[in-house]
């Protein structure tokens, strides 16, 4: 691992960048794997305020997983307090309004067995496979945000899908 | 190129263009585009990046390194330094000491108004702050004690232990010489883990590790509280350790023997008086020499 030049967070272009590249990251992170009734976005705000608080004592290196495990640990204490069923976002309703309504209602049935289908994966397999398909991000920068393998990446991308197919044909 | 293998490379966005041409004429080419869309829906909502940073870095930072291990045990130690010696100076006996020279005596009042006589070159300490659970004094030399009606009133020497009620006594503890003298109430004097209660009147002596135990005349108080001294069946030598005491001189015996049993008193307010009162018996003859006197055969 190349030395870093500063040993820890504190400084404010550092961490305005870090920042930057990962709150978003985070916030989907946390999104996809508890679902929004858990209020993802304090949770992110909190890891990130506890980084800033301690900058001093951790290393730029370590950032990442360190707000990672607080968002992740912040949830986890959440869903003990809340043993909640998995809600996504709501289904807007398109602007543009030339369907029919026969495919309008197709369409939110198959929206609503899909969300279903979604909250009945795991939440690892959750997780990976909402960054790939919605994120569009490669299963090489899951692994590297979930620090796992692209290998297990890749498996818990392909068994999602083959779960989702199924429920929704068996629905 | 396989189907699966196909369905792989598009779930990690890696088609090339001639496999996404084949990827489009799988079968389920039509339910997997529609699940992708679908799939839009629940992306994440954006979140306000930069109004979450201006939150977050407003708040206080802590910018001090990581405290190394010893600083909070050295505070761990300090409290238990300080919680220590607070307990040690709280509960050390502080020891009141009274002590007499030769020919010299001293009146002590207890904390409970009990009174004590101390005759020359002796020591008597008590604990004044634990006196109100145990009235315990240690002695070294000759006590004359009135106690005050209490509790268990101790005297402890070297030679054993002398417990009372309320009552007066008299503790004599020299060299080889334990004496302890009842004058009211009943006195328990152990020693050697054998206990013996003494009434009005009665002696307690060990003598060489040797102990007796006789009656003696009713006397109200010790003699040496009037200034005189008496013995009553003891070594010369005792009597002339206790003229020693008294007078502050050397006394030297010239071919006498010293371990002779006598009875008598001197008094402790004329040399010459007291001189004679001890040699005139015995047949003696002495010479004063400033702080020496020498006792010889006639």
Redesign the interface.
């Known amino acids: 691992m190349p030395k870093s030049l500063q040993d ?1 967070i ?1 400084n404010e272009v550092m ?2 960048s870090f ?2 590249k990962h ?2 990251s985070l ?2 992170y946390l ?2 794997k508890f679902g929004d009734y858990l209020n ?2 304090d949770k ?2 909190e890891a ?2 506890k980084l ?6 951790v290393k730029p290196e370590k950032a990442k997983s360190y707000v990672f495990t607080i968002g992740n640990n912040m949830m986890l204490n959440e869903v003990k307090h809340h043993k909640v069923v998995l809600q ?2 709501k ?2 309703p398109k602007s543009h309004t030339n369907e029919s309504p026969e495919f309008l209602m197709q ?1 939110q049935e ?2 609503q067995k ?2 279903r289908a ?1 909250g009945n994966l795991t939440e690892s397999e959750r997780t990976a496979f ?1 960054m ?5 991000k ?2 090489k920068e899951i692994a590297a945000i979930l620090e796992i393998s692209t290998k297990a990446v ?1 498996k818990r ?2 068994r999602a ?1 083959s779960k ?2 199924q429920e ?1 044909e068996e629905l | 190129m396989k189907r699966e293998d196909l369905i792989q490379k598009w779930l990690d966005h890696a088609l090339t263009p001639e496999e996404f041409e084949a990827f489009t004429q799988l079968e389920d080419y039509e339910e997997l585009t529609k699940m992708q869309t679908a799939l839009q829906y629940f992306k994440a909502p954006e979140v306000d990046v930069d109004a979450a940073y201006n939150t977050v870095t407003t708040t206080q930072k802590d910018t001090s390194k990581p405290t190394s291990w010893f600083k909070p045990l050295l505070k761990i130690a300090a409290i238990l330094v300080i919680g220590f010696g607070t307990y040690l100076y709280a509960t050390l006996p502080t020891l009141t000491m009274h002590d007499t020279v030769a020919a010299n005596k001293t009146l002590v009042k207890l904390p409970d108004t009990s009174e004590v006589a101390l005759n020359a070159v002796s020591s008597l300490s008590f604990d004044e702050d634990a006196w109100e659970e145990k009235r315990e004094v240690n002695l070294e030399g000759e006590a004359y004690f009135k106690v005050a009606k209490g509790k268990t009133f101790s005297v402890i020497t070297n030679d054993g232990v002398v417990t009372v009620l309320g009552t007066e006594f008299n503790v004599k503890q020299r060299n080889d010489l334990f004496e302890v003298f009842c004058y009211e109430g009943s006195v328990k004097v152990t020693h050697n883990d054998t206990s013996v209660v003494l009434q009005p009147g009665q002696r307690y002596l060990i003598l060489d590790g040797k102990e007796f135990r006789n009656e003696e005349e009713n006397l109200k108080e010790p003699m040496w509280i009037h200034n005189e001294s008496s013995f009553k069946s003891l070594p010369l030598q005792e009597v002339i350790e206790e003229f020693e005491r008294q007078y502050d001189v050397t006394v030297k015996a010239q071919n006498i023997d010293i371990s002779q049993i006598v009875t008598g008193s001197f008094t402790h307010t004329d040399i010459d008086m007291a001189l004679q009162s001890i040699t005139l018996p015995l047949n003696l003859k002495y010479q004063k020499k400033q702080n020496s006197i020498i006792l010889k055969r006639d």
Do not use: A, D, M
């Open positions: 820890n504190c961490f305005s920042f930057k709150y978003q916030y989907s999104y996809y993802p976005e992110t705000q990130f305020t800033w608080q301690n900058c001093g004592k996504h976002q289904i807007k369409e198959y929206l899909l969300q979604i909402l790939n398909r919605v994120e569009g490669r299963h890749e991308i392909y899908l989702l197919r929704i």
